[in-house]
């Protein structure tokens, strides 16, 4: 077998510093399997399953306005990864199907380079969002009206460009959960592809999670300032202790709107980090099977 090259890169998008979830699963594959896998009795084998599941039902309790949901997703993804990586794929008896089936560990290093390069650019995105946000809090602090609508158009773009790689890794691991024709060293191949779609599934949910949350966040200091402005124009109207107590207000919770936001990015970048590296050390430990086999 000629190995490809495995330096290239897939066209995710990487947001500048300026600036619908594919729900097949894969089926469940029975425990007849050779006797030479780890069947779907194995302890490991029975983990990820639970694993699996619990994904799952986090899924179907969709809600995205909640920081801690987006989270607890990316967290239950990256302990998924753990056992895959950790247990299952380190099995001796699993490393000598990878070796002995180069085409089968070649289509799945090139689902886990997909998904290296959309958590790669998810972290990207996550920087330039913070940034942002960040600018968006000072320009409050300093009352300064037409910085803040600048930061808000800067936010709204971040928030695309994190729509656009849940919609990439979707449509990149379309195929991750379509299992092949069962034969007696499938079941494997199967078992990684269900983590490979059950990934793509939630890292999408979470990406567009976090693009919502930043719109719901970045509305407030925008209806703030709808609201401060035209009273600024009829002073005359108000009683000037009444409106500043009014604008006060309206900035506070604009500001701890965004605050809020700061905290959930900040988690999620700890998370994303740790599952970024599992993911790329699948890749890589694939990848050497595929060179040792040779």
Not at 5 to 24: A, E, H, Q, V
Not at 116 to 142: H, M, Y
Request: glycine share 2%; aromatic share 6%.
């Amino acid at each position: 077998m000629v190995i490809k090259n495995y330096r290239r890169s897939f066209s995710f998008p990487i947001p500048s510093s300026k600036s619908t979830t594919n729900n097949t699963a894969a089926p469940r594959i029975n425990g007849k399997g050779s006797a030479s896998l780890p069947c779907r009795f194995n302890p490991f084998v029975c983990q990820l399953d639970d694993e699996i599941r619990s994904l799952k039902t986090w899924r179907s309790s969709h809600s995205p306005s909640d920081p801690s949901w987006i989270c607890e997703g990316l967290a239950r993804l990256d302990r998924l990864h753990s056992f895959l990586l950790e247990d299952l794929l380190q099995h001796p008896q699993a490393r000598e199907v990878l070796a002995r089936r180069s085409a089968c560990t070649d289509n799945l290093h090139e689902d886990f380079l997909r998904l290296a390069d959309a958590f790669g650019s998810f972290r990207s995105a996550i920087v330039v969002l913070k940034q942002e946000q960040s600018a968006t809090q000072a320009a409050i602090r300093r009352n300064h009206a037409s910085r803040i609508a600048s930061c808000l158009r800067a936010q709204k773009k971040a928030e695309k460009e994190l729509t656009k790689i849940a919609t990439a890794v979707s449509k990149s691991t379309a195929n991750a959960g379509k299992s092949p024709p069962l034969s007696d060293t499938a079941e494997l191949e199967g078992i990684v592809r269900e983590v490979v779609a059950i990934t793509s599934e939630v890292s999408a949910a979470a990406f567009r999670g976090i693009a919502a949350l930043s719109s719901s966040a970045s509305s407030s200091p925008m209806r703030a300032y709808c609201a401060v402005v035209p009273m600024l124009r009829k002073l005359s109207s108000f009683n000037k202790r009444e409106e500043e107590e009014m604008e006060e207000e309206n900035w506070t919770n604009a500001s701890e709107r965004l605050e809020a936001l700061e905290k959930c990015l900040a988690e999620v970048e700890v998370v994303n980090e740790k599952l970024l590296r599992r993911i790329i050390n699948t890749r890589v430990f694939l990848l050497n099977v595929l060179t040792t086999s040779l």
